[in-house]
């Protein structure tokens, strides 16, 4: 579905995820300009490469596997925008910079991870292979991603579901509770795309825009909610089924939802919805 859009996500978009995560060791050494801003952004899935981990297409609305060397998988469940990347050519035309990402899109996300305290880059715990992570099949117009936007009113819950029961995994969390939002979310992506560097834990996103051919799609996973006392806790296994849930805040509360996911009859009205299996290998 989205093979050809380039992907990346946002490090650190949510207080206390991190801490939560045990990964906030992992980004003492990024420097940041205000305690609320993410530390940095990183790739999941980089298009018209050929070899590496990145080039493998990890996305599924229906599917986890896990690793087969990992026994500490979380759910980490987020909002994505779908995105178009503009770019424009430095005036030698052997270059080109991102000038501005437009959102068109947005649904429920799986950033689903392998707990890997100090890895050398981020995305040496996101992308481990086909079906890897998780996007729902049912997106969502954006209309004007600006305060006022329909965005505004939605809301992220997740759950986590074994043996016939079903228990939430991150608290219920308004979409505009991230740190940043809006125009100074993409601001500050469009800024990390052109100048982030190799340094620590953060890779050169320049560099992999041009490995792939310079996409003009992408989809942005932009953070995950902080995890429930149970979410913290508990790893994904085989026979777990994996629920993200994007709704509007207008018309459901949580209580609701959770009703909603336990009784398995969540909907495509008014929201987005990620179900996913957690499948052997």
Not at 70 to 79: F, M, R, S, W
Not at 139 to 152: Q, R, T
Request: aromatic share 10%.
């Amino acid at each position: 579905m989205f093979n050809q859009y380039v992907g990346f996500g946002v490090a650190g978009n949510f207080a206390g995820h991190l801490e939560q995560a045990g990964e906030a060791a992992d980004f003492i050494a990024v420097e940041v300009k205000e305690t609320a801003q993410p530390k940095a952004i990183f790739p999941f899935y980089l298009p018209n490469i050929e070899t590496g981990p990145l080039a493998v297409y990890p996305l599924s609305s229906a599917v986890i596997i896990p690793p087969n060397d990992a026994d500490n998988l979380q759910i980490e469940p987020e909002v994505a925008l779908i995105c178009d990347v503009i770019y424009s050519t430095s005036a030698d035309g052997t270059t080109k910079i991102v000038t501005a990402l437009i959102p068109r899109q947005f649904g429920a996300y799986n950033d689903c991870s392998i707990r890997k305290p100090h890895a050398k880059k981020i995305s040496e715990k996101k992308n481990w292979g086909v079906n890897s992570k998780g996007i729902s099949d049912h997106l969502i117009a954006i209309d004007n991603f600006a305060p006022g936007g329909i965005l505004d009113s939605y809301r992220i819950a997740s759950f986590h579901c074994r043996d016939g029961e079903t228990h939430r995994y991150g608290e219920d969390s308004a979409v505009v509770g991230y740190s940043y939002f809006h125009d100074i979310l993409l601001d500050w992506i469009v800024e990390r795309m052109n100048h982030q560097q190799d340094i620590g834990p953060t890779e050169n996103i320049a560099q992999l825009l041009e490995q792939s051919h310079y996409p003009t799609q992408a989809v942005i996973s932009i953070g995950a909610t902080r995890y429930t006392p149970y979410g913290e806790t508990h790893f994904l296994q085989a026979g777990d089924s994996s629920i993200v849930v994007v709704y509007d805040g207008r018309r459901y509360n949580a209580s609701e939802i959770m009703q909603m996911a336990t009784n398995n009859d969540l909907t495509d009205d008014g929201m987005s919805v990620l179900i996913q299996q957690v499948n052997a290998l």
